[in-house]
């Protein structure tokens, strides 16, 4: 029977990376190894384990295919450097995995073209698959990695099949993921990342309109059997690493999902974590948990001051007063809290900017560090289709979240934009340089 190579291309470019963001980051490491000084910065190769190369190789071994890994990621970014690898590590009819990003897209393309020709069977995936040209791949997969995509690769390896889309129904899914990913294929990151990332559930049930998960539209959990079964097997692999980053796209939108965590690391002393979750989820019972678990840090989306223009982004919201007043619980309680601040977005004004500076600067005793992004249009968010038509840059190595927007947002033009997403890159770096302070305020005080 065919086998299958799962491939991690080459690494993105990060060639020209912009200066006053790498100032930024520089400064957010080191206030963030003050706190936590296991952490560390990979001087050569990837930050963080290709999670989706477990995922999928517990998937094939499922579906009784024979599996290898081909890491590129310290390959050449050359086409025929990469297929003469993929060619030499597979036989035809074999199938080849790919899960490309922006960066890379092309790169997997072309490669795709070559081991095409010479009979391999090219299955794509990731949030830029959807854009792979009629013929491109052999088949595109959008969704989940789960039992419907074992079946497909089986009547793939067999010589059947096409495509992989399939509906999404919104809510939370009726069946639970059961199966623990497979770490065999990345032994060698002991000791090379930083941290170890991990679900208890998959998929998000809000739908902001700028978000590249909200395809999932629906909520799926881990059993606890899977979830602890993965936790051994990662914290045998990697017993050095003692934090773990939770993927949960929004911690505490299902009770039994953080029950879960809870009850699987309860007789494991000594880890910390770091979580995301959604303004809306930030309740009493969440922070206990939070705290119960070892959380250190908590990421918040926080795109706006205007929560009008949220709203219009379709991001539930109680407006800004009610925010302000949830990143204040979560930092007297003792937990730093990380804002994910998006610039770049389509309803973005002048106006809707200045208010979130001024609040950022205004709350800066409560922000421990900030992760900025500049909006890319991915396939996969809902506001693709909306955009495409002003999307005026179709290179893909340009599609970058420390770089310029490549379409024409509503209000500002692409130059005004990126003038603002580098004023939210000076304010939040002054926050940062700034000693920390213990001062705090009572909620009557706000």
């Not at 050359?78 to 922006?102: I, R």
């Not at 970058?400 to 692409?414: G, I, T």
């Given at each position: 029977m065919p086998m299958s190579c799962i491939v991690q291309l080459p690494f993105p470019s990060s060639h020209n990376p912009d200066p006053n963001l790498s100032s930024y980051y520089d400064d957010y490491d080191r206030r963030f190894r003050a706190v936590l000084p296991e952490y560390f910065v990979p001087s050569d190769g990837l930050w963080e384990m290709p999670l989706w190369v477990a995922h999928l190789t517990a998937l094939v071994d499922t579906a009784g295919i024979d599996s290898v890994f081909c890491d590129l990621s310290k390959t050449p970014a050359?086409?025929?450097?990469?297929?003469?690898?993929?060619?030499?590590?597979?036989?035809?009819?074999?199938?080849?995995?790919?899960?490309?990003?922006?960066?890379?897209?092309?790169?997997?393309?072309?490669?795709?073209?070559?081991?095409?020709?010479?009979?391999?069977?090219?299955?794509?995936?990731?949030?830029?698959?959807?854009?792979?040209?009629?013929?491109?791949?052999?088949?595109?997969?959008r969704g989940q990695l789960d039992a419907t995509l074992v079946r497909r690769l089986a009547e793939l390896a067999s010589g059947a099949g096409g495509g992989l889309e399939k509906p999404l129904l919104p809510g939370l899914a009726s069946e639970q993921i059961t199966w623990a990913p497979e770490y065999r294929h990345l032994g060698d990151y002991k000791g090379q990342v930083p941290l170890l990332r991990l679900n208890a559930s998959h998929g998000c049930l809000y739908q902001c309109s700028f978000c590249g998960d909200a395809w999932s539209k629906q909520l799926t959990l881990v059993a606890k059997d899977a979830l602890r079964r993965e936790v051994d097997e990662l914290t045998a692999r990697f017993p050095d690493t003692r934090l773990f980053y939770i993927g949960d796209k929004t911690f505490g939108q299902s009770r039994e999902a953080v029950a879960n965590l809870l009850d699987v690391f309860r007789d494991r002393p000594g880890y910390r974590f770091i979580v995301q979750t959604h303004v809306m989820q930030v309740k009493d019972w969440i922070v206990e948990a939070m705290l119960e678990l070892g959380v250190v840090a908590v990421e918040l989306g926080f795109e706006s001051a205007d929560s009008q223009m949220l709203k219009r982004l379709n991001k539930l919201s109680r407006g800004l007063d009610h925010y302000t007043t949830r990143i204040h619980t979560l930092s007297d309680a003792g937990l730093k809290v990380v804002l994910n601040m998006m610039g770049g977005l389509d309803e973005e004004t002048e106006a809707a900017h200045g208010e979130t500076v001024d609040w950022m600067r205004e709350n800066s005793s409560a922000l421990w560090l900030f992760n900025l992004y500049n909006f890319v249009p991915y396939p996969l968010t809902p506001d693709f289709s909306r955009l495409?038509?002003?999307?005026?840059?179709?290179?893909?190595?340009?599609?970058?979240?420390?770089?310029?927007?490549?379409?024409?947002?509503?209000?500002?033009?692409?130059?005004?934009?990126?003038?603002?997403?580098?004023?939210?890159i000076a304010t939040a770096h002054d926050i940062i340089r700034a000693p920390i302070t213990a001062v705090t305020t009572t909620a009557q005080e706000r």
């Open positions: 050359e086409p025929d450097v990469c297929s003469e690898a993929l060619l030499e590590a597979t036989a035809s009819g074999d199938l080849v995995l790919m899960s490309p990003l922006a960066q890379n897209f092309r790169l997997a393309l072309d490669v795709a073209k070559r081991l095409e020709h010479a009979g391999r069977r090219v299955v794509l995936g990731g949030n830029m698959a959807p854009l792979a040209p009629d013929g491109a791949v052999h088949a595109v997969h495409r038509e002003r999307i005026f840059n179709w290179d893909y190595a340009q599609w970058r979240e420390d770089a310029p927007v490549v379409y024409r947002p509503k209000h500002l033009s692409p130059e005004a934009s990126w003038n603002a997403f580098q004023e939210k």
